[in-house]
C-alpha cells in the first residue's frame, strides 16, 4: 500500500490567518481525498482532488474557504483560510486504490486556532 | 453525512476479553472496512470486507456483514491494551458516480484496561 507523508503534524495558528497542509504519497495516485475529524467527532469528507482537474468540494465545503492544489500524482495541499477556532480539527488526507483494498491515511495535521 | 451508525460508542474491558463491535448503515455498498485511530493520529485499515462475504478474518479479527440489514461487527479477540483506539467502520459505494468516496461512522472508543 501507498506510504503518505502529511505536513505538519501540528500547529497552532492565529485567527484570520491561513494554513496550508502538505501530502506526498510515494507512488502515484489518481484521487486524493481530504477529511476533517472534528474534536471526538468522526471523519468529514471535505473535497476530492484530482491531478490536472479542480477539486470537488462535498455539500458544506468551499474553495475559497479550503483552496486544494494538486500539482501532480504525488503531492496535494490544503489550505484552511481565514482561520477561526471552529477550524481546530485534524485534517487527514488519504488515497485508494479500487475497490480491493483499503485506503491509507496521512498521520493527519492537528490544527489549533487561537 | 454519516453512512455508518457504531455501537456502543465507548466501551471498556479488561485485557484478554473480546471486544464487539456493531455498525449499521443505510445504502448499498460495494464493501465495509474497518479502521483504528490511535489518539487522534492517522487511520489505519484493518480489513474489508466485500458485499458479497458474510464474514472475514485476519489474526485476532473477525468480521461479519449482513446486508439484509445493513449492519456489520467487528470482533477483537484476546484484546491488549495495545488494542485501546477509536474504531471506525466506512462504506465504499463502488466507483460510479460519486459511490467512489468512503463514508465513516460515528465510531466506537475502545479501552482495554491491563
Known amino acids: 500500500s501507498a506510504v503518505i507523508s502529511q505536513k505538519p503534524s501540528r500547529d497552532i495558528c492565529q485567527r484570520g490567518t491561513s494554513l496550508t497542509i502538505q501530502c506526498q504519497v510515494d507512488?502515484?495516485?489518481?484521487?486524493m481525498f481530504w477529511y476533517r475529524q472534528q474534536p471526538g467527532q468522526s471523519l468529514t469528507l471535505i473535497a476530492t482532488a484530482n491531478q490536472g482537474s479542480e477539486a470537488t468540494y462535498e455539500s458544506g465545503f468551499v474553495i475559497d474557504k479550503f483552496p486544494i492544489s494538486r500539482p501532480n500524482l504525488t503531492f496535494s495541499t490544503l489550505t484552511v483560510s481565514n482561520l477561526s477556532p471552529e477550524d481546530s480539527s485534524i485534517y487527514l488526507c488519504?488515497?485508494?486504490?479500487?475497490?480491493?483494498?483499503?485506503?491509507?491515511f496521512g498521520s493527519g495535521t492537528r490544527l489549533t486556532v487561537v | 453525512s454519516q453512512q455508518g451508525e457504531e455501537d456502543p460508542q465507548a466501551l471498556s474491558i479488561q485485557e484478554g476479553e473480546n471486544a464487539t463491535m456493531n455498525c449499521s448503515y443505510k445504502?448499498?455498498?460495494?464493501?465495509l472496512q474497518w479502521y483504528r485511530q490511535n489518539s487522534g493520529r492517522g487511520l489505519v485499515h484493518l480489513i474489508l470486507?466485500?458485499?458479497?462475504?458474510r464474514e472475514k478474518h485476519s489474526g485476532r479479527l473477525r468480521v461479519t456483514l449482513d446486508t439484509s440489514k445493513k449492519s456489520s461487527s467487528l470482533l477483537i479477540t484476546a484484546s491488549r491494551a495495545a488494542d485501546t483506539a477509536s474504531y471506525f467502520c466506512a462504506t465504499w459505494g463502488g466507483s460510479g458516480g460519486s459511490n467512489y468516496k468512503l463514508t465513516f461512522g460515528k465510531g466506537t472508543l475502545l479501552t482495554v484496561n491491563p
Open positions: 507512488s502515484q495516485v489518481t484521487m
Open positions: 470486507i466485500r458485499s458479497n462475504e
Open positions: 445504502t448499498s455498498i460495494n464493501n
Open positions: 488519504s488515497v485508494g486504490r479500487y475497490e480491493a483494498y483499503g485506503y491509507t
